[in-house]
């Protein structure tokens, strides 16, 4: 089975411009959630989806959004990026609802200029 | 409440010694500590995992020890070896709501 893969694994911006990022999950899982990864703060839990809709949201600016689609594919958009945007995006993904296991994909490094 | 405590930050370990990590929890609720293990430029993986019934769980070289009174669990890794380098995270999940992450403990192994 393939894993969770999240593509661009490398992304470039420039403060104000917006990012969208996509993840595929294993197939077979209905959920995916998101984490912001930074060296100062760690695995910062953005928000869940389920079946196409968000379940749980993390404490972030509405700036940060998501959606699921009907095949279980999700996207992240971040809009008017900032300095402090620049992190590492990791997707996971589980079978069912917040599981117990959680399979990551290798994230998305977003560097904000 | 939905925080979850990790120490140390960082740790230097010898080539065949015990690496000791340990977390600790507020919310009761909590049902389920996996852990993780991330090298640089990858995700993280899961290593092991624990349900509060349980006391320990061992998996070849990696050992959970899980103290429910205490709201406590550690990670033991046992002739511990350099290609055991990595970031460890534990975490603790609520069923069906959400999901914690410690801020994660940067192990060396030296050769």
């Known amino acids: 089975k393939a894993g969770v893969t999240q593509t661009p694994r490398y992304l470039i911006k420039t403060r104000g411009q917006q990012v969208t990022l996509s993840c595929s999950p294993i197939?077979?899982?209905?959920?995916v959630s998101w984490y912001q990864q930074t060296p100062g703060q760690g695995l910062q839990f953005l928000f869940e989806y389920f079946s196409e809709t968000q379940r749980n949201k993390g404490n972030f600016p509405g700036r940060f959004s998501g959606r699921q689609f009907s095949n279980s594919r999700s996207e992240m958009n971040v809009s008017t990026l900032e300095l402090g945007d620049s992190a590492l995006y990791l997707c996971a993904s589980s079978i069912g609802q917040v599981q117990e296991t959680q399979y990551f994909g290798p994230g998305t490094r977003l560097l904000v200029l | 409440q939905q925080q979850v405590k990790q120490s140390p930050q960082s740790l230097i370990v010898q080539k065949g010694g015990i690496s000791i990590i340990n977390c600790a929890y507020e919310?009761?609720?909590?049902?389920?500590f996996p852990w993780y293990q991330q090298f640089p430029g990858k995700g993280p993986a899961l290593l092991i995992a624990?349900?509060?019934?349980?006391s320990e769980k061992k998996e070849g070289r990696f050992t959970i020890s899980f103290n429910k009174s205490a709201k406590q669990f550690s990670l033991h890794i046992m002739d511990s070896q350099p290609g055991d380098s990595a970031t460890y995270f534990c975490?603790?999940?609520?069923?069906?709501?959400?999901?914690?992450f410690g801020p994660g403990t940067r192990l060396s192994v030296l050769p």
């Open positions: 624990i349900r509060p019934d349980v």
């Open positions: 975490a603790a999940v609520n069923y069906g709501q959400n999901f914690v």
């Open positions: 919310n009761t609720a909590f049902d389920y």
């Open positions: 197939s077979g899982h209905r959920s």
